[in-house]
């Protein structure tokens, strides 16, 4: 009995393999044909009207609190409707003289949706007429300078191009995720969304004592007398630790500036303490236009314009799914981490 056991969990470790082997090399062969075909590198777009969407489902709600029989006459008529709707009647957007694209933007540390949004702003702007408006849905903490310049630039471009541009925040806009929302002609924000936090921030670890106590030399060669300020493993300088806080202070300029061009009616100098506030206290502050959600805000705008909902879904290869998505994975895990020590700066319980 024990032989044919430990013979069976030899088969089956074997056949384990087999199948493991086999699958790793469909996925590399399939791989590999898709980036020959010049496949998976494109993003898909996905368009939603959120008008016909909310009508299909409100449709289902209403029919939902239907007898049977009252049910069946109601499909009825929604039938004789969409057929009518199908041959372009009965139609009240052939006719709207604008169209709302709606657009998101879920920020981390390394504005990593940058790429997309610069995408899909290129896209409209080819596609933008005069009474159109671009809404963007914007959640972000913040995070790098550069990084968040550049996802600014990018609504920068809309604009720059003549478009209505609407920003709604129902979360966060901090630091560069305000960078990107002062953007807006108009901006928007839910009563408790956190708006603010103008300001820069750097922390850098030395442990030069710690490795000198262990008799740990370490030789820091540099050309330029600023290439290194502040370093991890050197032993730092007031001369680098003064033109690092001068470069700091540098960046905080920068920033107020760019929020002031984009808001000239906000006090800069009054809001750019690095501090951060809540959707009504922002308003009274002028750090925002208005008070409402990005939901409530849409519901308006579906009783007068198309709502179009704008997505670029990356297309990922069997490759990237099995392999990479596990260092996708650990490297959001950091991440994650990363940002709960940023936001615990602004985040109150």
Same mark, same amino acid.
């Given at each position: 009995m024990i032989e044919w056991i430990a +013979?069976? &969990?030899?088969? &089956?470790a074997k056949l384990a393999t087999l199948v493991i082997a086999l699958g790793v090399l469909i996925v590399l062969v399939v791989s590999?044909?898709? @980036?020959? =075909?010049?496949?998976?590198d494109d993003n898909r777009l996905r368009v939603v009207t959120l008008n016909e969407r909310q009508r299909r489902r409100r449709e289902s709600l209403r029919l939902a609190g239907m007898s049977p029989a009252r049910r069946r006459r109601a499909q009825k008529t929604l039938r004789k409707q969409e057929k009518a709707r199908r041959k372009g009647k009965d139609? &009240?957007?052939d006719e709207s003289p604008s169209r709302v694209w709606v657009l998101d933007f879920d920020g981390d540390l390394k504005a990593s949706r940058t790429p997309q949004l610069a995408e899909q702003v290129s896209l409209l702007l080819g596609e933008l007429q005069a009474e159109d408006e671009v809404v963007v849905r914007l959640s972000s903490g913040g995070g790098l300078v550069h990084a968040y310049g550049l996802a600014a630039a990018q609504l920068d471009r809309l604009r720059d191009a003549g478009a209505h541009l609407t920003v709604c925040v129902d979360k966060v806009a901090a630091s560069g995720g305000y960078m990107?929302?002062?953007?807006?002609? $108009?901006?928007i924000a839910a009563p408790f969304a956190v708006i603010g936090s103008i300001g820069v921030v750097a922390q850098v670890p030395n442990v030069h004592r710690l490795l000198k106590k262990h008799d740990i030399d370490v030789e820091l060669l540099t050309a330029g007398r600023y290439k290194r300020t502040l370093t991890? *493993?050197?032993e730092n300088t007031d001369e680098g630790r003064a033109k690092f806080l001068d470069d700091l202070q540098e960046t905080h300029d920068l920033f107020k500036r760019y929020v002031g061009e984009r808001r000239p009616a906000l006090d800069v100098d009054k809001v750019a303490t690095g501090e951060i506030w809540y959707g009504r206290q922002a308003l009274e502050d002028g750090l925002i236009d208005e008070i409402a959600t990005s939901d409530g805000y849409l519901a308006v705008r579906m009783k007068e314009a198309q709502v179009l909902h704008? @997505? *670029? +879904?990356?297309?990922h290869s069997l490759l990237q799914r099995v392999g990479v998505g596990a260092s996708m994975g650990i490297e959001r895990l950091g991440d994650s981490v990363m940002e709960r020590l940023e936001? =615990?700066?602004w985040? $109150? @319980?």
């Amino acid at each position: 009995m024990i032989e044919w056991i430990a +013979e069976y &969990a030899l088969f &089956a470790a074997k056949l384990a393999t087999l199948v493991i082997a086999l699958g790793v090399l469909i996925v590399l062969v399939v791989s590999l044909k898709q @980036r020959a =075909s010049g496949q998976g590198d494109d993003n898909r777009l996905r368009v939603v009207t959120l008008n016909e969407r909310q009508r299909r489902r409100r449709e289902s709600l209403r029919l939902a609190g239907m007898s049977p029989a009252r049910r069946r006459r109601a499909q009825k008529t929604l039938r004789k409707q969409e057929k009518a709707r199908r041959k372009g009647k009965d139609d &009240a957007f052939d006719e709207s003289p604008s169209r709302v694209w709606v657009l998101d933007f879920d920020g981390d540390l390394k504005a990593s949706r940058t790429p997309q949004l610069a995408e899909q702003v290129s896209l409209l702007l080819g596609e933008l007429q005069a009474e159109d408006e671009v809404v963007v849905r914007l959640s972000s903490g913040g995070g790098l300078v550069h990084a968040y310049g550049l996802a600014a630039a990018q609504l920068d471009r809309l604009r720059d191009a003549g478009a209505h541009l609407t920003v709604c925040v129902d979360k966060v806009a901090a630091s560069g995720g305000y960078m990107m929302a002062c953007c807006a002609h $108009r901006l928007i924000a839910a009563p408790f969304a956190v708006i603010g936090s103008i300001g820069v921030v750097a922390q850098v670890p030395n442990v030069h004592r710690l490795l000198k106590k262990h008799d740990i030399d370490v030789e820091l060669l540099t050309a330029g007398r600023y290439k290194r300020t502040l370093t991890v *493993l050197g032993e730092n300088t007031d001369e680098g630790r003064a033109k690092f806080l001068d470069d700091l202070q540098e960046t905080h300029d920068l920033f107020k500036r760019y929020v002031g061009e984009r808001r000239p009616a906000l006090d800069v100098d009054k809001v750019a303490t690095g501090e951060i506030w809540y959707g009504r206290q922002a308003l009274e502050d002028g750090l925002i236009d208005e008070i409402a959600t990005s939901d409530g805000y849409l519901a308006v705008r579906m009783k007068e314009a198309q709502v179009l909902h704008v @997505r *670029l +879904e990356p297309h990922h290869s069997l490759l990237q799914r099995v392999g990479v998505g596990a260092s996708m994975g650990i490297e959001r895990l950091g991440d994650s981490v990363m940002e709960r020590l940023e936001a =615990s700066g602004w985040q $109150r @319980r």
